[in-house]
Structures are given as C-alpha cells and as structure tokens.
C-alpha cells in the first residue's frame, strides 16, 4: 500500500478526534492571535455601533448592508447589488466573550488539521513529495475540514512549496451551499487566481494569509515534541527518533471583521468570520518551516452581539445609553445584529412620561426599559431618594416654621419649671414649702424637666441614639415624677390613716428619696435590659428606626414603637 493511500484512511479518525487546544474560554482572548484590519482606507464604529463608509466607494453601495446588520432582515439585501464582499472592519480587540462557546468547534477543526498536516510535512518520507501527485489528497483534506462544523460555509488550504513565495502555491476552497435544500459541496482550484479573492476594500484582505506568513511580530508558538521510533512491524526502520512540532493555543487567528459574501451580484445573507491558522514543515536543520495555512468561514449570523460588554472586545461598549443616567441591558437571543439593547434608568433617576409614541416599548417609570432605537429620558429623583417614579418628592417635607414653634412653646414651659425650681429654693424657709419637703419639690420638677425632654430629641432626625436616649427620658421622667407623688401621698395616708393612738413614726423626706432611689434603680435597670436587647436586634435586621409613610406615600424615619411605650403613653394621660 502507497503511503498516500495509507494517509487516507488514517485521515477520518483523526479529523474526528477532539483535540482541544483551548483548554479555558476565559483566556481565549489573551491567548489566540488576532487578525489585523482591512487594507486601504481606515474606517471604525461610531459609538452607536454602526460602521463607516470607506471614502473609495459611495454611501448608498453598501447601505443594505448596513441596514441588515441592524434589521437581520435578509429581504434588504435581495434588492441591493454587489460587485465585492463587504467586510466590517475596525474590530481589532478581541472576539466577545460568547463567541467562543460556538466556535469551539471550528477551532478544534483548525487545530486538529493543521496538527495534522504538521505531522505530515514534518516526516521525513512526504518531506519532498510534489503537490500534483497528493492532489487527490488535499482535496479530501479540505473537504473533510468543511464538514467538521455545520457552521463552516467555507474551508480552504494554501500550500507553499517555496516559503519566500509571496503567492502560495496551492489554493484549494471547499464551499456549501447556503441553501439547506440541496446540500452539496463545491470545490474549486483557485491556486491562479488568488489576487481574485482579494478585491479592494471593503472586501476582506490577506491579512489571513500574509499575517500568518510574515507576521509583524513573532509567529505563533510551537511545542515541540520528539518521538521515539518502537515499531515492530518494520524491519529496518529508517529512523529511532523524529523531531516534530505542534501548533499551541496561539495559532488560531481570526479576521479584523465579520463578512457578507457576495455572489451573482446579491449579497448572502449571514455574515462571515474567518479563522485560520498555519501548518509547518522542517528545515535540514530540523527547525519549522512555514507551509501553508488552513482557513474557515463560519457563519455567525446565530452569535448575539453584545454592545453593553465592557473591554475592548467587538462593539463592546457602543450603546447609545447614557453611560450616568441608564444602564445598558442586552436582548438576547437576536442574532449578529447591532441595536438589540434596552436602556433602562440608574437608581436615583427616574425617565418622565413621553408623548405617545415617543416610548414603544411600554409605559415609563422605574425600572422599564426602552430599547434601541427609542432611548428614554432619565432626570434625577428628589435629591434624598433612593429610587423614585416622578419627580414628587419621597421624603415628607419638614414644615420648619411649625416645628420651631412647638420647639418654641415646649421651651418656654420648661423654662416656667426651670423657674419654679430657683422660686421654691429661694422660698425653702416658707411653711407651706417646709411642710411640703423642699427636696421631694425639686425631685418633682426635675422628673417634669425629664418629661418635657423628648420633644427636643424630636426635633432632630431621627437615629439610633436619640431613639434610646428617648426612651431613657421618658421612663426615668416618669418613675422620678409618679414615685415621689405616690410616695407623698402614702407618707401622708400613713399618718392620718392610722388607727392606733400612739404616734407613728414620721418619714423624713430623705426616707423617701431612698425609696425612690429603690424605684429609679429598677426601672434603669429595666431600660438597660432593654437597650441591650435593642443592640442585639440590630445585629439581626430588627432596627430600631423604621421608615414610614404618609397617605400621599411619602416616606419618613420614626423611632419604632412597641407596647410598652403605648402603655407609658396612656398611663402619662390617665394621671
């Protein structure tokens, strides 16, 4: 059997062996080369997304173009003609991030043909074999590329004899149909019209080729491998150990740009991304030498492009939305089309009410979305809200004039206290004030002093310190006031309620500021019990400031009220 034969049928099984190269999507972008850009005139994406003109060819030439890369709608270009293909160019970041889960396939097809052939052009034997003898067999080579990936329209294998050649030597192209009728395949020898496939701009360039055989920069990187010869089966092998080399990660390239093919003067609908890599022979010196390049088009009318992305990858960043106002969301789902992304406004902003047709996409206000090409309005909310719908306040409006008023007539009764105080010390030798005990007087005013507190902790906003500071007040006011009242009342009922006739001792008032110190300790005692409950319910999500709201739903904060307090409240009323 001829070693070309013997090729051939090892051929299949290892086209259809999967051999990843890429070993992790997330570093596809920094480890595959990219392809550079179009030749001739230079020309990129305005920030909505769309492309350019090139200044050698008119406007209206490639508008239906434009517009199907919008719409997705194939009837536009069923009317427009076409004497090139057109090719979208200034893409020269990396591929989005989602195409490489569909293109996983084409890729393990490049990588496992150009492996392929790097194992056969590296073997001694096939070394200087002539390409018109092997013909039959690179044509099986690139048709079994074709079929390796249903989205591959086109594959195609240069070979090149002579490396400093600056047109290869072989050019083979295997084509399907774009039709899902017929499916059958087309395969044309292009080798002497290789400057036909490279019409001027926009049409795509070379770069595919010339950029894998004279790249700017170093080529790709190459793993070498040896291989030890322990084989049986021949007698007298000609070799114990070979040198050979693979192509890594880094050898699959891709185009500046996507591309609508053009065919009998139509364009084709769907456009086109190239991939190609490159295969290497050996120098006498057993160093690569460069041979030929694998190519494919595969269509990526299916791959959603995403203009709210951030990088630098493919239209990455080019919505129209507001980049302070609006956050960009993709529609997914649509295709190779540009356009297909909803603005939808920040929080804090809010988009007002449009005319009727002015919003397509449904009623305005917080959190609706307006897609491309209708872009809504977003104005900021009252400043203090979070989140809004219009531009109503959300936060109730302080009337301060009222408040200082309150303020006003709650100081000046405290102030009357505060007076009654010095009154009652000045006049401590009075008979009235002796009989009624100077120091449980002043206990009393105190209390009310206490009491009459809360309404200036009021006037504040509101927070956790001044809710507890509230509570203190109040309680420590009440049981001071309430105490000593009571306990007046029970040295007096002790007195004249007695029905023995011997004299009952008399309570001193500074007996009955002991008992009242009984009475203060435990209700601080309660209130310490209480502020450590309150700290623990924080650390739970229980706060103690609540956020409440009027009838017209506009919001306040409000120290929480729980039962206790209402039963103070009542009890301060009833007495």
Same mark, same amino acid.
């Given at each position: 059997?001829?070693?070309?034969?013997? @090729?051939?049928?090892?051929?299949?099984?290892?086209?259809?062996? %999967?051999?990843?190269?890429?070993?992790?999507?997330?570093?596809?972008?920094?480890?595959?080369?990219?392809?550079?850009?179009?030749?001739?005139?230079?020309?990129?994406?305005?920030?909505? #997304?769309?492309?350019?003109?090139?200044?050698?060819?008119?406007?209206?030439?490639? &508008?239906?173009?434009?517009?199907?890369? /919008?719409?997705?709608?194939?009837?536009?270009?069923?009317?427009?003609?076409?004497?090139?293909?057109?090719?979208?160019?200034?893409? =020269?970041?990396?591929?989005?991030?989602?195409?490489? #889960?569909?293109?996983?396939?084409?890729?393990?097809?490049?990588? $496992?043909?150009?492996?392929?052939? $790097?194992?056969?052009?590296?073997?001694?034997?096939?070394?200087?074999?002539?390409?018109?003898?092997?013909?039959?067999?690179?044509?099986?080579?690139?048709?079994?590329?074709?079929?390796?990936?249903?989205?591959?329209?086109?594959?195609?294998?240069?070979?090149?004899?002579?490396?400093?050649?600056?047109?290869?030597?072989?050019?083979?192209? *295997?084509?399907? $149909?774009?039709?899902?009728?017929?499916?059958?395949?087309?395969?044309?020898?292009?080798?002497?019209?290789?400057?036909?496939?490279?019409?001027?701009?926009?049409?795509?360039?070379?770069?595919?080729?010339?950029?894998?055989?004279?790249?700017?920069?170093?080529?790709?990187?190459?793993?070498?491998?040896?291989?030890?010869?322990?084989?049986?089966?021949?007698?007298?092998?000609?070799?114990?150990?070979?040198?050979?080399?693979?192509?890594?990660?880094?050898?699959?390239?891709?185009?500046?740009?996507?591309?609508?093919?053009?065919?009998?003067?139509?364009? @084709?609908?769907?456009?086109?991304?190239?991939? =190609?890599?490159?295969?290497?022979?050996?120098?006498?010196?057993?160093?690569?030498?460069?041979?030929?390049?694998?190519?494919?088009?595969?269509?990526? %009318?299916? /791959?959603?492009?995403?203009?709210? *992305?951030?990088?630098?990858?493919?239209?990455?960043?080019?919505?129209?939305?507001?980049?302070?106002?609006?956050?960009?969301?993709?529609?997914?789902?649509?295709?190779?089309?540009?356009? %297909?992304?909803?603005?939808?406004?920040?929080?804090?902003?809010?988009?007002?009410? &449009?005319?009727?047709?002015?919003?397509?996409?449904?009623?305005?206000?917080?959190?609706?979305?307006?897609?491309?090409?209708?872009?809504?309005?977003?104005?900021?909310?009252?400043?203090?809200?979070? =989140?809004?719908?219009?531009?109503?306040?959300?936060?109730?409006?302080?009337?301060?004039?009222?408040?200082?008023?309150?303020?006003?007539?709650?100081? !000046?009764? &405290?102030?009357?206290?505060?007076?009654?105080?010095?009154?009652?010390?000045?006049?401590?030798?009075?008979?009235?004030?002796?009989? =009624?005990?100077?120091?449980?007087?002043?206990?009393?005013? /105190?209390?009310?002093?206490?009491?009459? /507190?809360?309404?200036?902790?009021?006037?504040?906003?509101?927070?956790? !310190?001044?809710?507890?500071?509230?509570?203190?007040?109040?309680?420590?006011?009440?049981?001071?006031?309430?105490?000593?009242?009571?306990?007046?009342?029970?040295?007096?009922?002790?007195?004249?309620?007695?029905?023995?006739?011997?004299?009952?001792?008399?309570?001193?008032?500074?007996?009955?500021?002991?008992?009242?110190?009984?009475?203060?300790?435990?209700?601080?005692?309660?209130?310490?019990?209480?502020?450590?409950?309150?700290? %623990?319910?924080?650390?739970?999500?229980?706060?103690?400031?609540?956020?409440?709201?009027?009838?017209?739903?506009?919001?306040?904060?409000?120290?929480?009220?729980?039962?206790?307090?209402?039963?103070?409240?009542?009890?301060?009323?009833?007495?």
């Amino acid at each position: 059997m001829s070693p070309v034969l013997f @090729l051939l049928q090892l051929l299949p099984p290892l086209l259809s062996a %999967q051999v990843t190269i890429i070993s992790e999507l997330g570093t596809t972008t920094e480890s595959i080369g990219n392809g550079t850009g179009a030749s001739g005139a230079t020309y990129s994406p305005d920030p909505s #997304g769309s492309v350019a003109t090139p200044s050698d060819a008119p406007e209206e030439d490639w &508008m239906p173009a434009e517009a199907f890369l /919008f719409s997705g709608d194939s009837t536009v270009l069923e009317r427009a003609e076409c004497d090139r293909a057109y090719s979208l160019s200034g893409q =020269s970041g990396p591929l989005p991030h989602g195409f490489f #889960g569909p293109l996983r396939s084409s890729m393990d097809a490049l990588a $496992n043909m150009a492996n392929f052939l $790097n194992m056969i052009f590296q073997a001694s034997d096939l070394r200087e074999s002539s390409v018109r003898d092997d013909m039959e067999w690179y044509h099986a080579m690139v048709r079994s590329l074709l079929e390796a990936d249903p989205l591959i329209r086109h594959a195609l294998l240069t070979f090149d004899a002579d490396p400093a050649a600056p047109v290869p030597q072989l050019v083979l192209r *295997a084509s399907r $149909n774009p039709a899902p009728v017929y499916q059958n395949i087309l395969l044309q020898d292009l080798s002497s019209r290789w400057e036909s496939l490279h019409p001027p701009a926009p049409a795509p360039d070379d770069t595919w080729f010339s950029g894998l055989k004279f790249p700017d920069s170093p080529g790709p990187t190459l793993s070498k491998r040896v291989l030890f010869n322990d084989l049986s089966t021949l007698d007298t092998p000609k070799w114990g150990r070979g040198d050979s080399y693979v192509t890594n990660r880094s050898g699959v390239r891709w185009a500046g740009g996507p591309f609508l093919e053009c065919e009998d003067g139509r364009f @084709l609908p769907g456009w086109l991304l190239t991939l =190609s890599t490159s295969f290497y022979g050996l120098k006498p010196d057993l160093s690569p030498e460069f041979r030929g390049v694998i190519r494919v088009d595969v269509n990526v %009318q299916g /791959f959603d492009v995403n203009q709210c *992305a951030t990088g630098d990858a493919w239209f990455a960043n080019t919505h129209e939305c507001n980049r302070t106002t609006m956050e960009c969301e993709p529609i997914p789902g649509q295709g190779f089309r540009l356009g %297909q992304y909803c603005c939808r406004c920040r929080e804090g902003y809010y988009s007002p009410p &449009m005319d009727e047709g002015g919003a397509p996409n449904g009623s305005n206000g917080e959190g609706v979305s307006v897609c491309y090409p209708a872009l809504p309005i977003c104005l900021p909310c009252w400043p203090g809200c979070g =989140s809004c719908v219009d531009s109503a306040p959300c936060w109730v409006e302080e009337d301060w004039f009222l408040r200082a008023w309150v303020l006003a007539v709650q100081g !000046f009764f &405290m102030l009357l206290v505060f007076i009654s105080m010095l009154v009652a010390y000045q006049f401590r030798r009075s008979r009235r004030i002796r009989a =009624s005990g100077l120091l449980l007087l002043e206990t009393i005013l /105190f209390g009310s002093l206490l009491l009459y /507190f809360p309404v200036f902790i009021l006037y504040f906003r509101p927070s956790t !310190f001044r809710c507890i500071l509230l509570r203190w007040v109040r309680h420590l006011g009440f049981a001071i006031v309430y105490g000593t009242v009571t306990l007046k009342m029970y040295r007096v009922l002790k007195v004249f309620l007695s029905r023995t006739a011997q004299r009952v001792p008399y309570m001193s008032s500074v007996h009955l500021l002991r008992l009242l110190g009984f009475m203060v300790v435990t209700v601080s005692w309660f209130l310490c019990a209480w502020t450590v409950g309150v700290l %623990q319910n924080r650390d739970r999500n229980i706060p103690l400031l609540i956020t409440s709201t009027t009838s017209d739903g506009q919001g306040f904060n409000v120290c929480d009220l729980d039962r206790w307090d209402y039963m103070m409240a009542v009890g301060g009323w009833i007495t």
